[in-house]
């Protein structure tokens, strides 16, 4: 079965850090594109950062320069360090599947985890 | 950056009605669109991928279409299960974006 579980969640004070982890089971994870992709309560998804085969790493505006997305592929394993944490990076953090190959493909999105939910408060 | 517009944001509509939410994208993105499903406290799900590509498992009611700036959902007859909010995402170009939503009510 195909399953990506997030882990690493949890309440963080203003300025602080935290890092997420995302474990995947069911397919070759060496052979995909990965994302983060984050919703604040209430509010619509917005996709922070995605990393590819190569490991080369792309980030939104909003977090660029304080969180570095990394892939472990003989753990199998996704992580988002988060640092300089905000209020407003308060949210549910979803792990995703991207694409398949070094190429590319319009196949991806498909595969979402349950999420896990930081919380930026003092 | 890529900007993706999604309209209406909100609507609300019959059982039975025929509904189409519309995402433009401030430049380009062939057709590297993707359509989800979010149910409240649900984990967003996958409807279309590829513009046009219906995701094995969800109803053929549903369908996209689109090229370049322009791209659509459609449902062709809604049902009391299809009452949610809608996303429109382009993977085409980093950073990716998502259109804001369309919370779709029943009238």
Known sequence: EVQLVESGGGLVQPGGALRLSCAVSGFTFSSYDMHWVRQATGKGLEWVSGIVIAGDTYYSGSVKGRFTMSRENAKNSLYLQMNSLRAEDTAVYYCVRGSWGYYGSDDAFDIWGQGTMVTVSS | ?107
């Open chain 2, 1 to 107: 950056d890529i900007q993706m517009t999604q309209s209406p944001s909100a609507m609300s509509a019959f059982v039975g009605d025929r509904v189409t939410i519309t995402c433009r994208a401030s430049q380009g993105i062939s057709t590297s669109l993707a359509w989800f499903q979010q149910k409240p406290g649900k984990v967003p799900q996958r409807l279309i991928y590829a513009s046009s590509s219906l995701q094995s498992g969800v109803p053929s009611r549903f369908s996209g279409s689109g090229s370049g700036t322009e791209f659509t959902l459609t449902i062709s007859s809604l049902q009391p299960e299809d009452f949610a909010t809608y996303y429109c995402l382009q993977h085409s170009t980093y950073p990716f974006s998502f259109g804001q939503g369309t919370k779709l009510e029943i009238k």
